[in-house]
T-cell receptor, first 115, second 114 residues
Framework: NAGVTQTPKFQVLKTGQSMTLQCAQD?????MSWYRQDPGMGLRLIHY???????DQGEVPNGYNVSRSTTEDFPLRLLSAAPSQTSVYFC??????????????FGQGTRLTVV | TQLLEQSPQFLSIQEGENLTVYCNSS?????LQWYRQEPGEGPVLLVT?????EVKKLKRLTFQFGDARKDSSLHITAAQPGDTGLYLC??????????????FGKGTSLLVTP
């Protein structure tokens, strides 16, 4: 059972570079989201999607774009990397609207360093 | 303002000791979740509590939801090195547009040494 798969696991970028963090889930979950985790800040929501074709901003969306063309995939794009985006990024999925089960399944994370 | 306050922030104990960590808020929640995150991994759900006063047990871990559904505690009996990790409490965001987005506390980092 793959669950939620994130790639890459580690990445180093130079300031101003762009990249895409990949996230795929094989559980047919409706809801997907991206978080960043920083020391002393906990997990903060960047963007989320309640279904294919529908995305919205979380609490820290600036500098990031997302799209949801399929149920399975939810990539996160960094448009022009900045040192402040150095963090560990987690993708998560859950069953979504209409389900009483709100358990979130997380990927293993992508550790990003911007120099 | 942090919605969920977790305490203590750090805890270092020896194997066999008991411990309790807390998750507090001034808001009322319909449910609350506890996750454990091991180094280099994503959080994994331990339990969801729904009813005020509810107590759930998971082996040596005991979870309690406050009567007023504003707070929760996690008690570990006879801690083992395998319990080491970051313990996070989480609730669903109140904005209905955000669907099932979770709001996390900052976590309690637990280290259990042999």
């Amino acid at each position: 059972n793959a669950g939620v798969t994130q790639t890459p696991k580690f990445q180093v970028l130079k300031t101003g570079q762009s990249m895409t963090l990949q996230c795929a889930q094989d559980m047919n979950h409706e809801y997907m989201s991206w978080y960043r985790q920083d020391p002393g800040m906990g997990l903060r929501l960047i963007h989320y999607s309640v279904g294919a074709g529908i995305t919205d901003q979380g609490e820290v969306p600036n500098g990031y774009n997302v799209s949801r063309s399929t149920t399975e995939d939810f990539p996160l794009r960094l448009l022009s990397a900045a040192p402040s985006q150095t963090s560990v990024y987690f993708c998560a999925s859950s069953l979504g609207r209409g389900s009483l089960n709100t358990e979130a399944f997380f990927g293993q994370g992508t550790r990003l360093t911007v120099v | 303002t942090q919605l969920l306050e977790q305490s203590p922030q750090f805890l270092s104990i020896q194997e066999g000791e008991n411990l309790t960590v807390y998750c507090n808020s001034s808001s009322v929640f319909s449910s609350l979740q506890w996750y454990r995150q091991e180094p280099g991994e994503g959080p994994v759900l331990l339990v969801t509590v729904v009813t005020g006063g509810e107590v759930k047990k998971l082996k040596r871990l005991t979870f309690q939801f406050g009567d007023a559904r504003k707070d929760s505690s996690l008690h570990i009996t006879a801690a083992q090195p395998g319990d080491t990790g970051l313990y996070l409490c989480a609730v669903q965001k109140s904005n209905s547009n955000s669907g099932y987005a979770l709001n996390f506390g900052k976590g309690t980092s637990l280290l259990v040494t042999p």
